[in-house]
């Protein structure tokens, strides 16, 4: 089992490139740029308290911060929107794969642990020849020789049109 543990951590690593220094790292420079933004809203409102009066910079201030917060509020609903109309495009198609339900994934593991991983392994190898069987012998045509069907049918139309 940690073996999955494991399998699933590097992927999340290699999709997100987290990792605890990256962690460290992003911590200190939130932390630093949220110092940096309070010394600015501070140097703000001593300029506006200086060239106007203090009521004035400090309603100026709430005003602009006022309206950053609604874009945040009206952007994060559409960013929630998104991924809702995401997820559910994505159950729909996980939908097609039943083989990917945990209740089928728990049922797989118990029969795996009733007859044994010394014999699962070799079924699991004798079923993956025979679908690989199946589907070369299937009755589906090449996709070579369909190819070359068509370029012969669409040469010969050519040759015609010439004439």
Known sequence: MSG???????????????????LVWAILAAIAGA??????????????ADRYSPL???LVLAGFFLIITLIALVACRLAQ??????????LAARSN?????????????????AVGWRRIV?????????AGLAREWGGK??????????????GGADE???A
Not at 6 to 22: C, D, H, I, N, P
Not at 35 to 48: D, E, K, N
């Open 4 to 22: 999955w543990l494991r399998y699933l951590e590097l992927q999340a690593r290699a999709k997100t490139g987290l990792s605890s220094s990256v």
């Open 35 to 48: 110092t940096t933004f309070g010394l600015l809203v501070l140097a703000a409102f001593i300029w506006l």
């Open 56 to 58: 004035t910079a400090a």
């Open 81 to 90: 929107g998104r991924n809702v109309q995401q997820a559910r495009v994505a």
């Open 97 to 113: 794969a039943p083989w990917l339900d945990p209740k089928y994934l728990m049922v797989g593991m118990q029969v795996v642990r």
């Open 122 to 130: 070799p079924l699991v190898a004798v079923a993956m020849l025979a």
């Open 141 to 154: 045509p090449d996709d070579d020789a369909g190819d070359a069907e068509e370029e012969k049918a669409e």
């Open 160 to 162: 015609r049109d010439a």
